[in-house]
Every structure is written in structure tokens, then in C-alpha cells.
């Protein structure tokens, strides 16, 4: 089951809050939608720099400190 578009921001803008604070995730939202870019690409060159052995270890100790 699909999760609904109003359920995706809702979930983002909870995440958002917690991580950022009311002023910096203003602060996210207005560079977003001032920026033309593509977030594929953005997150591409990110990973474009990290490892495989990098990034399985960031997943195993995500995965050990947010359990399902």
C-alpha cells in the first residue's frame, strides 16, 4: 500500500521539526523552493564520495540505533 502524498509531508515536516527546529526547517523549505536543482543528482554527487564499506556501516549503525 502506496503511502499518500499528505501522509509523505506530513512525515517530512514532523522529521524536518525534529531534526531542524521551527526556524531552520523554514529556513530548508525556502532554499528548496528557491533552488533549481535536482535531487537525484544532489544525493548522487553525496554518495559519489562515500564508500560501500562506508555506507554499510552507517546503515548497520542506523539500523542498531532505530530498530523496528
Given at each position: 500500500?502506496?503511502?499518500?502524498?499528505?501522509?509523505?509531508?506530513?512525515?517530512?515536516?514532523n522529521?524536518?521539526?525534529?531534526k531542524?527546529?521551527?526556524?531552520?526547517t523554514?529556513h530548508?523549505?525556502?532554499?528548496?523552493?528557491?533552488?533549481?536543482?535536482?535531487?537525484?543528482?544532489?544525493?548522487?554527487?553525496?554518495?559519489?564520495?562515500v564508500?560501500?564499506?562506508?555506507?554499510?556501516?552507517?546503515?548497520?549503525?542506523?539500523?542498531?540505533?532505530?530498530?523496528?
Amino acid at each position: 500500500m502506496m503511502t499518500s502524498t499528505a501522509e509523505i509531508m506530513d512525515l517530512g515536516m514532523n522529521c524536518l521539526l525534529e531534526k531542524l527546529g521551527t526556524v531552520e526547517t523554514e529556513h530548508f523549505i525556502s532554499v528548496i523552493l528557491r533552488e533549481k536543482s535536482d535531487y537525484t543528482k544532489w544525493r548522487q554527487k553525496y554518495f559519489d564520495n562515500v564508500s560501500s564499506d562506508d555506507f554499510q556501516a552507517a546503515a548497520v549503525a542506523y539500523a542498531k540505533d532505530n530498530p523496528l
